[in-house]
């Protein structure tokens, strides 16, 4: 069964205020591993990078945990680098896009078009090969506005996954698939095993409003009962996260712990 995590910008306040207690108090709720967020940042130097990235990895190890995977920025393929390099320092074996401008000279719009989702396709092959040079994975994270229709009827995320090498992991946030109304149990059984890394997290699932306050996992209108039951044999990570939320973060990935425990994680 998968390893119980927890994708760090929940607690993004907490953490940048203390990261050594923020940690620790993971560890305490429970969770083994952590996903951190905002590595790749090119607008800080190699020095500072490299200092951000020892810090964290301190802070990880002195709180007993593992990095499952990172959210991180990717420049050029010739430029991969410096951003392994960092990867290396907090042992991340995952490097995930969390958003399409997270891959250097691409936008928002770019699963608009069937051409768009090929070149960026392309981009994650090329990104992929460079970074499985240094035993490196990348994967892609979904959010709401992933699933545009292309003008042969399919949607741009489903056309982009599908033009991936199966190499490249599938994140699969389930609230966000929800909130862009996909069946998400189907979505999930049509990925397979490709899904290695799942993000949990409930809310209204409002798409006139999608980041509209989230709650505990089992209080929104997520179908996580049917996701769990349609997620792969070989899941790796099932990760909480919150984007926003009128209660204290704490006491959500708190209950979010909580309710993976009692669904078999």
């Known amino acids: 069964m998968a390893v119980k995590g927890l994708a760090l910008y929940a607690i993004r306040d907490a953490l940048a205020h203390d990261p ?13 591993g952590v996903e951190p967020f905002g590595l790749g940042n090119p607008s800080l130097t190699r020095g500072e990078r490299l200092t951000q990235a ?11 945990l593992t990095a499952s ?22 042992g991340v074996p995952v490097a995930i896009a969390s958003i399409p401008e997270h891959v250097l000279g691409f936008g928002r719009d770019v699963l608009t078009t069937p051409g768009g989702v090929q070149r960026f396709a392309d981009a994650f092959g090329l990104l992929a090969d460079r970074a499985a040079e240094h ?16 003008p042969d009827g399919t949607r741009g ?38 899904v290695e890394l799942v993000h949990f997290k409930d809310g209204p699932g409002r798409a006139d409003d999608p980041l509209a306050d989230q709650v505990p996992l089992g209080y929104g209108s997520a179908d996580l009962d049917g996701a769990v039951a349609a997620l792969p044999a070989g899941l790796e990570w099932a990760l909480v996260e919150l984007d926003r939320t009128a209660l204290d973060p704490f006491d959500v990935v708190t209950a979010g712990y909580r309710w993976l425990t009692a669904h078999g994680f």
């Open 20 to 32: 050594d207690r923020a940690l620790a108090r993971v560890a305490e709720i429970g969770f083994e």
């Open 54 to 64: 020892k810090m964290l990895r301190r802070s990880i190890d002195l709180a007993g």
């Open 69 to 90: 995977s990172a959210h991180t920025r990717f420049p050029a393929p010739s430029e991969m680098d410096w951003l392994l390099e960092e990867l290396a320092i907090v």
């Open 135 to 150: 035993e490196v994975r990348i994967g892609y994270h979904n959010h709401w506005w992933d699933w545009p229709e292309l």
């Open 157 to 194: 995320y489903d056309r982009f996954l599908q033009a991936l090498d199966p190499s490249i992991v599938a994140e699969v946030d389930l609230y966000w698939a929800h909130t862009a109304g996909r069946d998400v149990p189907a979505l999930l059984r049509g990925l397979g095993d490709r």
